[in-house]
């Protein structure tokens, strides 16, 4: 049997299949919320209930309304992208540090019995790790590429996201806002290797 190599092409449409199939998924959801009895957002994560940790899970995927959908799309495309240029299993990692983080953060910092729901947490994760990824550990071309783009991106959603963390409004969680954020900025950081530097005397590639 005969092996081709992955063009360039397909090797990054299936790096960017991850954070679409994500937002695929909430999509799916919030349509079978849409036309089933009762509603998915009682699912949520509720704050200082025990029961409602699984909301650290599930929340982010459940919305309350297509507009709340419709209006966290957008960046979760565009960021979430741009943390899967680096790989599959990166993007999870970061979508799973982010997803913990801030809802551990929401369900102890938040009012006791009150329900969040929403990506916008996993969107600050996104943000946080982009902005975060210049200072890990890599090769200087690396980081000059991710300070370009944490620039474009401070330049696109800066503004939104320092209102969604300080300016505080009825029905956001800000919480979710900043621990999310936190998890992503956190997984830039760690669990990544120093890039080893050459030794004296050592051979050099010419």
Do not use: K
């Amino acid at each position: 049997m005969i092996r081709t190599a992955d063009s360039p092409r397909s090797r990054a449409l299936g790096r960017f299949a991850s954070p679409v199939l994500l937002v695929a998924a909430m999509w799916l959801i919030q349509s079978a919320d849409a036309v089933l009895p009762g509603s998915f957002t009682g699912f949520g994560l509720r704050s200082w209930d025990l029961t409602g940790l699984g909301g650290i899970v599930v929340g982010p995927l459940l919305h309350a309304d297509w507009a709340h959908l419709i209006g966290n799309t957008v960046p979760l495309l565009v960021l979430g992208c741009l943390v899967a240029v680096e790989g599959a299993r990166r993007f999870w990692a970061v979508t799973a540090f982010a997803a913990v983080i801030g809802g551990l953060g929401t369900w102890i910092l938040n009012a006791p019995g009150a329900l969040t729901v929403g990506a916008s947490g996993l969107v600050f994760g996104y943000f946080g790790y982009t902005i975060m990824r210049v200072f890990a550990p890599g090769r200087v071309s690396h980081r000059v590429l991710y300070a370009v783009i944490a620039i474009i991106v401070i330049g696109l959603y800066g503004g939104s996201m320092l209102a969604g963390v300080v300016g505080v409004r009825e029905g956001i969680s800000w919480q979710a806002h900043l621990f999310g954020a936190v998890g992503g900025g956190l997984a830039a950081l760690v669990g990544r290797r120093p890039v080893p530097r050459a030794r004296a005397g050592g051979v050099r590639g010419g």
